[in-house]
């Protein structure tokens, strides 16, 4: 069984939470720019690259992308343990990729306004099978293996016959670059990621160096002359066999995320290993003697995420670096002295290094922004998932608290079913109820716009839950 830890899940589960959550409010000029991606402001929401800052919206997608990181670690571990070689992780790797690259392609193919223009009742009841077809296809049940085998390959052939025969994108019909760009890139990260780990273990200055080569694989794609890395850069088919709607190298940036990813994995990694209770331990506890002090670090670790985001989006870059760097000595200083948590010291003085690297890399490529991703982008917000690890770790071992953790953590158990619910179970119904309308009017102000977008993301995790607690989980 693989190891889960609570603190990783609640991660992925604010990420996923919050995803839904900045694609459901009101998408309107009634909205301040700051609930939205910095470069997509209102009142027009039209994609301006030159500015710069991040909001909580930005940090979404590199949040989830760490929680990818570090739960590869553990999921490799009973791999690792039993020494079974590079092969079988090779294989593990590339299943995983093919089946989210199957998941972007069948999930983004069958919403509702993708099947038809002008979807009807017929469209949306397409949908909500699709999303039953996507139940049988990754939820594994090893009590009736054969009949769900039997199921899956049901499954799966039905999906293909639907993307072969429905006319979609306006009756242009299925096609391959018409997928869900998010999970495409999920899927780069995961086999690239897997088999970067499995080569660097217990090796993380190694697995650090690998970043210095990809980001000199960039830096040349951006040199007018040809050279033998723009070679590299640009390879995307044999032929004329493109292959550029799976992969890309321009995805392997992501890696700047996901590998700082592995590091906190392997972080805890080492320190369940140093517990003798290890299949049980799911959760770091702290003494009472030093829960005033892990609070203490809750507390600056989310402040260090608020301060960022605003000193960042508002442009009070100096200010932002100068207390940033205050709260982070005074973090370290608490966890070398007061603090005997070797997991949290060492989660502090990473974050540390990556957020106060990412504020020096601010002023290159034009500040810190997601789109098009730099630098600073990548550091900052590898820094700031260290911190929040950090906070739900603590908050995991206080009594009022935890409960935050559980319920951040059972979303984040399940994120593929979290993922599609809302467009392929809560809108068609909306739709099919003629419910719609009155979730569409909900756009008059910045109260009911935000009220649209929370209550739309409470049913998808209602849902979510209800899987979870029934363990019907999907995996790759």
Not at 388 to 415: E, H, R
């Amino acid at each position: 069984m693989q190891l889960r830890n609570n603190s990783i899940d609640a991660l992925r589960g604010y990420s996923i939470l919050t995803m839904i959550l900045s694609g459901s409010i009101a998408y309107s000029a009634v909205m301040p720019a700051w609930m939205f991606h910095a470069q997509v402001p209102p009142p027009l929401h039209q994609f301006i690259p030159t500015i710069p800052g991040i909001t909580w919206v930005d940090l979404v997608f590199p949040f989830f992308l760490f929680s990818m990181g570090a739960a590869i670690p553990l999921a490799l571990k009973k791999h690792i343990d039993a020494k079974s070689g590079f092969i079988p992780i090779l294989k593990i790797a590339i299943k995983r990729f093919v089946l989210l690259v199957f998941f972007a392609l069948f999930t983004n193919h069958m919403k509702a306004w993708v099947i038809a223009e002008h979807p009807g009742v017929k469209e949306n009841a397409l949908s909500i099978c699709a999303f039953a077809l996507l139940f049988f296809q990754f939820y594994h049940n090893e009590k009736h293996k054969k009949i769900f085998i039997i199921l899956k390959v049901t499954a799966f052939v039905t999906a293909v016959i639907l993307l072969y025969t429905l006319p979609f994108w306006k009756g242009k019909g299925f096609d391959f670059y018409k997928s869900d760009i998010i999970i495409v890139v999920l899927a780069n990260m995961a086999f690239f990621g897997t088999v970067i780990y499995y080569f660097t273990i217990n090796k993380p200055n190694l697995r650090w160096g690998i970043l210095a080569f990809i980001m000199a694989f960039f830096l040349a794609a951006k040199e007018p002359t040809n050279s033998w890395t723009k070679t590299i850069f640009n390879f995307n088919h044999f032929g004329n066999l493109y292959f550029d709607w799976c992969y890309q190298f321009y995805f392997l940036k992501y890696l700047f995320i996901v590998i700082p990813g592995t590091i906190a994995g392997e972080f805890i990694l080492q320190d369940i290993n140093n517990d003798s209770a290890l299949e049980e331990k799911s959760h770091y506890a702290l003494s009472n003697t030093n829960k005033k002090y892990g609070l203490l670090l809750a507390v600056f670790s989310i402040t260090l995420i608020v301060l960022n985001l605003y000193g960042l989006f508002t442009r009070v870059l100096l200010f932002n670096f100068i207390v940033s760097t205050i709260i982070c000595f005074i973090v370290l200083i608490i966890c070398n002295k007061k603090i005997a948590n070797t997991l949290l010291k060492k989660f502090a003085e990473t974050g540390t290094y990556l957020l106060l690297l990412g504020l020096c890399f601010e002023a290159y490529e034009g500040g810190i922004k997601k789109d098009v991703s730099t630098y600073s982008y990548y550091f900052v917000c590898s820094g700031l998932a260290f911190f929040s690890l950090i906070l739900f770790t603590v908050l995991d071992s206080l009594k009022y608290s935890k409960v935050v953790v559980k319920y951040l953590s059972l979303n984040g158990q399940n994120p593929m079913l979290a993922y599609v619910t809302g467009s392929l179970v809560v809108l068609p119904v909306l739709s099919i109820t003629q419910l719609q309308q009155y979730w569409n009017s909900m756009n008059q102000n910045i109260f009911m716009g935000t009220l649209k977008g929370v209550v739309f993301t409470a049913v998808v995790s209602l849902i979510t839950i209800f899987f979870v607690r029934r363990k019907w989980f999907w995996k790759t």
